[in-house]
């Protein structure tokens, strides 16, 4: 099987690292092409795939992925519809853009719609999948296979895209972000920022491992933390007194409204 890079970002850099990584791919079955050539030369030197000074060069691979942004699509559009072979799979990542969308502007019926996350870049993105009713399972399968190379493939139903995008797609940003403040919060009280990184990081891994092994409600798990009497009620009272969770609510909101606007 071939595929067919357009456009070579972050997210097609860590998709096509971790395919190669897995060993399951070839790198001569990797076409790519981008709008700015330096990256084909780079994506050339550093994987060994097969760089494309045109996009034609790559309208022959049985998968197509589509790795530019939302706003860039009907510039890829204009460069392919009408060139597509009808058993060939184009596959998407922009947030927003449905696969309806995606079937009229490229005039073709077998698409995949993809929501991957960043940390693909270490193998453990949690990937949103669905696809048009047209693909067999042997062609949904080979477009999961891509992703499952990068970490895990969840099959939602599209409606879901914009929510998912939000808690997943967006939300290593928001995690990131929250790393990033105990450990500044750890520098205020002396420790250096390398060494309260890699605590708070190790703490956050660890707390999403009991989230998912333990079966037990979060709420449970918080009043574990919390002894009576003790240090962890009065951060935890402290954050619900600062609206913690409406704040990431209204956080998820934002996401989903821009994602409603890139439509
Ligand atoms: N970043 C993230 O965490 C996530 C992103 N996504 C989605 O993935 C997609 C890519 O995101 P990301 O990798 O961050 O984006 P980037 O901006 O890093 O990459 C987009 C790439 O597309 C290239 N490009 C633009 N137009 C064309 C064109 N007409 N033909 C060929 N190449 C073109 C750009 O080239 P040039 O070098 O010339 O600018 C650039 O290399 C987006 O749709 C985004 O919604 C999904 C999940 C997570
Ligand atoms: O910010 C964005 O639009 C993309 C989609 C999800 C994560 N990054």
Redesign the pocket.
Known sequence: MMYGW????????AIIKGMLAAENYDAKTILA????Q??VTRFEKEYGIVGCHS?EELLDADVIVL????Q?LE??YA?IAGQLKPHQIVV?????KTIAQLQQGLNHQLICRV????NAIVGASTTGFASAPELTNDMKQAVRAMFEAVGSVIEIPEEQFDVF?AIA??S?AFTYLYIDSLARAAVMEGMDKGTALQIAASAVLGSAEMVLQSNEHPWALVDQVCSPGGTTIQGVTSLQNNHFASTIYEAVQAVIARDRVLK
């Open positions: 357009i456009g070579l970002g972050n997210m097609a850099q092409y981008n709008r700015s330096e990256k996009v790795g530019v942004q939302p860039q510039a890829v460069q998407s990542m922009a947030a927003g929501m991957p996350n960043i995008s797609g967006a290593p």
